[in-house]
Structure formats: C-alpha cells, structure tokens
C-alpha cells in the first residue's frame, strides 16, 4: 500500500487592536459593500453571486474584469465573519474580542491557503495586515 501523503495547509494568524467598540468593527466586517474601504486590494464588491456562485463578488484591484466570488458567513453572537473565496480558496477567518480595558477590540484573522497557492502565502501576510491595521483605524474613526 502506497504511503498517504499529508496536507500541508499554508496559513498563518494575525491581529491588530482598535480603539473602536465591537459594534463599529462590526458594521465594517461583516458588511461586503464596506471591504473596498479597508481591505487592501479590493477594488469593488458587487452584493450578488456570480453566475449562481457565493454570497457576493469581489473584484480586485487592477483586474476588473475577473470576478472573484465569495461565500460569506457570519455569527454575531460569536462575533466571527468568516470568507472563502471560491475561485483561489482562500479563507479569511476574523473573530472579535472586546478588550477588558476601554472600548477597544481586538481583531484576529486566521488565513488559509490550498497547498496550490503556497507561494501567495507572504504577501497574503503583507495584505492581511494592511488590511487588519485599516480595519481598526477606519472602525475607530
């Protein structure tokens, strides 16, 4: 019997504070038509599947004529938005946590790349917290 070869997901976590309540980094996370606003690198959002696929379509920055559905789930009680890409498989998953101190939230992102995609793994890195420092300081404006 042949050996099974093991999976490796790329992935990789990250977070960042804002001052903001979890509330007004809500509004912004779990709000697709917001995501041009903060992540880096999406240029539009239309609030519809594509051609019957996800949630809604995101295009990015300098390609507007590729469309990149997009399922979306969130849960408010656990304060959790989680993307998938349907077209690279990339999974973006943010939960808040109210600090003990003050107002502020912490923002968490865990990512998740198929194997395929490894080589996308820094700069994902790079965009993801570009994106995650936007995030807070847009929610805390």
Same mark, same amino acid.
């Given at each position: 019997?042949?050996?099974?070869?093991?999976?490796?997901?790329?992935?990789? $976590?990250?977070?960042?504070? /804002?001052?903001?309540p979890?509330?007004? +980094?809500?509004? @912004?996370?779990?709000?697709?038509?917001?995501? !041009?606003?903060?992540?880096?690198?999406?240029?539009?959002?239309?609030?519809?599947?594509?051609?019957?696929?996800?949630?809604?379509?995101?295009?990015t920055?300098?390609?507007?004529?590729?469309?990149?559905?997009?399922?979306?789930?969130? $849960?408010?009680?656990?304060? /959790?938005?989680?993307?998938?890409?349907? +077209?690279?498989? @990339?999974?973006?998953?943010?939960?808040?946590? !109210?600090?003990?101190?003050?107002?502020?939230?912490?923002i968490?992102?865990?990512?998740?790349?198929?194997?395929?995609?490894?080589?996308?793994?820094?700069?994902?890195?790079?965009?993801?917290?570009?994106?995650?420092?936007?995030?807070?300081?847009?929610?805390?404006?």
């Open positions: 019997m042949p050996p099974t070869r093991e999976l490796h997901v790329p992935q990789f $976590d990250d977070a960042a504070i /804002s001052a903001a979890v509330e007004e +980094v809500w509004k @912004l996370l779990y709000d697709p038509a917001r995501f !041009p606003e903060w992540w880096r690198g999406i240029g539009t959002v239309e609030p519809r599947a594509h051609e019957g696929r996800g949630d809604f379509t995101m295009f920055d300098g390609y507007p004529d590729f469309p990149m559905p997009q399922e979306l789930r969130s $849960d408010l009680s656990g304060r /959790s938005v989680t993307v998938s890409c349907l +077209v690279s498989d @990339l999974v973006f998953a943010y939960r808040l946590t !109210p600090l003990t101190e003050g107002d502020g939230t912490e968490a992102v865990h990512v998740e790349l198929p194997e395929e995609e490894a080589h996308r793994l820094e700069t994902q890195r790079g965009v993801v917290r570009d994106s995650l420092e936007a995030l807070a300081a847009l929610a805390a404006a």
